[in-house]
């Protein structure tokens, strides 16, 4: 196959007329021949004015390129779509099969050696890998790095677990109006990302675990001088894929690395959205992430890592106290020490050189853990027939076994419209219980799952609740909340079938999710069930292409054309 500018000529018919138009026009940015006869490392750009996670991507790209001309090859920057948390309407995931078909498209039709992925914020960087995968060019993966810490009133502060606690304790009326403001300007004091284990630490975490980044690279901060030299670095890495044509994902990703992935997901109390984006990965693969097998990791694999929301403490501690490589080490014949990794290491060498940091506390020995097992539970049961998750590692233990009353809300709109009625029906010991939030129902099965709690409970000092619904968690929340409930609702699923006062119970013990409601009243309630029909909103368009190709969570909200096999 031809290499660097030859690569993936322009149709036009005549082959050296391609390549001499292609020269042609890639002089006038001033390149000389010299520069354009290097292997090309293409780096991709997700810099956005909306995106302030990818704040110092600038400052990485100069980093990758000066590594990758220090090696001798020649980097070409390109754009793509840049996707931000809080800035993605109706939600992220709506957007990430989105900008996987973006990346992996633009990697194909672009002439590149190797590619380095620059993302962080929550879907990014499962989408730039998810492209990566399905391109199979050798491809290294740079995590922008969380943000430090901020600091209110002598209490360290984190997005978005404190975000959320304090915004709990102004609806409780516990802080007024001016100290909810003054946190406001505190709580993401740097560029970079959420530096709690939320879903960007989670996927930064499962990168590295993968071998698709440097050593460390998950845990840098995001403006620490060794995030921009571990750029370098990479930039030098992927000019020497780009030479060697390898390793390719697909020779970095087997069973055993996707093994070692779960078992990180789970020690680091990772995000639940971690789980759905190994999937889809997976998907993409002759590999499969099989929902009992990850349930039974869960049960020996213990939390080690004392971050929030499950833990204390925050990235920048984790980082210091030795990273994922230390974590790895801690964890011992839990992880396959064979994986490969982009620079041809083992995963053995990486532990090796794990550094030791005497008195640290962020990464516990397997005989100290947090929790004795992992942070998820895959449950199931009439209600969630093809599973549902809970992150049990951040909820209230005595709420994980419970039997309580329904009081269901029909969409994000209903419960924001009810929810802190002073008429609701409700107390402390219901189950909330949330519907149509799924991958096609909301559509993009968007972060509604922690329901807040409701007003009046609130302000009784009512902190906890079981919640459950077929929508995500944002990984930096904490409570007692069943998630992905699969099938959805809106295709059909048993959540369609719940009524206000139906028992649930939930026991995370013996894994299951039950609604407490006999099977003739259930096929009952079936049969009154209205006709699906393709909603206006999705008749076109990009809206179009998601109703009618999203597949459900337990195969990892991929478009269904998008995974290998494609559409059957
Ligand atoms: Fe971007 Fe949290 S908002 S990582």
Request: glycine share 8%; proline share 6%.
């Amino acid at each position: 196959m031809a290499d660097g500018l030859r690569k993936g000529l322009t149709s036009y018919g005549d082959a050296g007329f391609s390549l001499f138009l292609r020269k042609a026009f890639i002089k006038a940015m001033g390149y000389s021949d010299d520069a354009l006869n290097r292997p090309i490392v293409g780096i991709t750009n997700t810099h956005s004015d909306y995106n302030p996670c990818h704040g110092n991507v600038p400052q990485i790209i100069e980093a990758v390129k000066r590594g990758v001309m220090l090696n001798g090859a020649m980097p070409m920057v390109f754009p793509t779509i840049s996707i931000a948390e809080s800035f993605a309407h109706p939600t992220s995931m709506y957007l990430r099969n989105l900008m996987a078909m973006d990346t992996e498209e633009m990697i194909r039709a672009q002439p590149m050696d190797s590619v380095v992925v620059i993302g962080g914020c929550d879907k990014t960087l499962p989408a730039q890998i998810m492209a990566a995968v399905s391109a199979d060019l050798p491809t290294v993966v740079i995590p922008v790095g969380p943000m430090v810490v901020g600091h209110h009133k002598g209490e360290v502060l984190g997005a978005c677990t404190d975000c959320r606690r304090l915004w709990g304790k102004f609806r409780a009326g516990e802080i007024d109006e001016t100290e909810i403001e003054a946190v406001n300007g505190r709580l993401a004091p740097s560029v970079g990302t959420c530096m709690v284990m939320g879903t960007a630490s989670t996927m930064a975490c499962i990168t590295e675990a993968l071998g698709l980044s440097l050593p460390m690279s998950a845990t840098i901060p995001a403006p620490h001088a060794e995030r921009f030299r571990s750029a370098e670095q990479s930039g030098r890495v992927a000019a020497e894929m780009a030479r060697a044509k390898g390793p390719r994902p697909s020779e970095l990703l087997t069973e055993a690395s996707f093994r070692n992935a779960q078992v990180v997901l789970q020690a680091i109390g990772g995000s639940t959205n971690g789980l759905i984006h190994l999937t889809a990965i997976a998907n993409r693969t002759e590999h499969r992430i099989d929902l009992d097998a990850f349930d039974r990791l869960s049960r020996e694999v213990p939390v080690l890592i004392d971050l929030k929301p499950s833990g204390a403490h925050y990235m920048e501690h984790f980082h210091h106290a030795g990273g994922v490589p230390k974590l790895m080490a801690q964890l011992g014949a839990l992880i396959d020490l064979d994986a490969r990794t982009i620079t041809g290491a083992s995963l053995r060498e990486v532990v090796g050189a794990a550094e030791q940091v005497p008195g640290q506390d962020v990464i516990r020995p397997c005989g100290d853990p947090i929790r004795p097992e992992g942070a998820m539970a895959v449950l199931t049961g009439n209600l969630a027939p093809r599973g549902a998750v809970i992150k049990h590692s951040a909820a209230t233990p005595s709420l994980l076994q419970h039997t309580g009353r329904a009081v269901v809300f029909d969409s994000v709109e209903d419960m924001t419209q009810r929810i802190d009625d002073p008429a609701l029906d409700v107390d402390a010991s219901d189950v909330l219980v949330l519907r149509n939030a799924g991958p096609k129902g909301a559509p993009g099965m968007p972060e509604a799952g922690y329901l807040p709690i409701p007003l009046k409970l609130a302000r009784a000092g009512v902190k906890d609740m079981v919640r459950i619904s077929d929508a995500r968690m944002s990984g930096t929340a904490f409570g007692t909340i069943v998630l992905h409930i699969t099938p959805e609702s809106a295709v059909g699923g048993p959540l369609a079938l719940v009524r206000n006062g139906d028992l649930i119970r939930l026991d995370v013990a013996s894994r299951s999710i039950a609604l407490l409601v006999d099977d003739a009243e259930l096929e009952r309630r079936r049969a009154a069930l209205p006709a699906t029909k393709t909603p206006d909103r999705a008749r076109r368009g990009y809206a179009h292409l998601f109703h009618e190709t999203i597949l459900q969570a337990d195969e990892g909200c991929d478009f269904d054309f998008l995974t290998r096999a494609g559409k059957t």
